[in-house]
């Protein structure tokens, strides 16, 4: 069984060729974590993102270099770009002439109205979206003084955003609405799913390290896709944004709504286990983080319990003080020396695969 039952409906936009909303699959970004204006590292970066499986990248724009390295950046890019602004129309428009495809900008921020309408047109022309991002963190004082730092007042500030853009008559919009808690996040997008009918960019901002991050990632975003809200999702670590990638595939996995790479099954160990588990299923997991065919496999610490509390997956191998075994859906198909399991079952996902394992 898979979450959710029914996705929330939303029109659709384009980021570069990224569909985004109206039924696309749920797509992952991260954000680069380089001196934008550092092409080189920036482009390096954004690559190592887009082979561990991330389909849009978002840099920071904070002043004049970093938008003019964003000409080679958006060349060499293999993912689309989106450009991340605070506050200046003009570097939105120099990023929009540079090649980006998608901006992020609070357009009640930007200032007079004839600076919105010069981003509005410049996006228009060019066919690219704009994302609202309301932070709890950062929200106007009109809205914390009506409505304290809650849910509601970050829906009311992008219920304000959205208006501005759409009197310019401009409809490309994705929302994110983003607080370091759970619960104020799950209830902001819950609010705002009810009244518009733009995308959503799901994420828990400033989550936290590799581990607490993780954590409150997979339950924020756990709990708004499984009730079909979010149609591109950030996870937040203060860590390699390949970690980003990394946890959004495995929570986007364990709801069963995209099926990308290697899904590990391995036992918690016990007194019956014969090999060292934990470290056989971590080396294993980490050389075939790279593998992008979906497929289930099982790393288990006893020939006599593991192919049968492993049964869902496609191949496994059990440990045993003489002997281990290979299984396939639960059934022996080899018996071979403990220390040949970890290459035995690397090669036979390689050849289930066609794909490079190192
Ligand atoms: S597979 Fe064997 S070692 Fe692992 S938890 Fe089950 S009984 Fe224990």
Redesign the pocket.
Known sequence: MTFPAARRKTVQISVGRVRVGGGAPVSVQSMTTTNTADADATIQQIKRLATAGCEIVRVTVNNRDAALALREITGKSPIPVIADIHFDHELALQSIKNGVDGLRINPGNIGSRRKVQAVVLAAKERNIPIRIGVNAGSLEKEHLITYGRTPRAMVESALKHIQILEKEGFDQIKVSLKASDVARTVTAYRLLAEKVPYPLHIGVTEAGTLFSGTIRSAIGLGILLAEGIGDTLRVSLSADPVEEIKVAYAILRDLGIRRRGVEMIS????G??EID?ISLANRIEKRLFSVQTPLKIAV???V???PG?AQEADIGV?GGKNIGILFKKGVLVKRLPPRELEETLIGEIRALTGEEIF
């Open positions: 036992c918690p160990t016990c019956r286990a588990v288990m610490g006893c006599v319990n593991g509390e059990a």
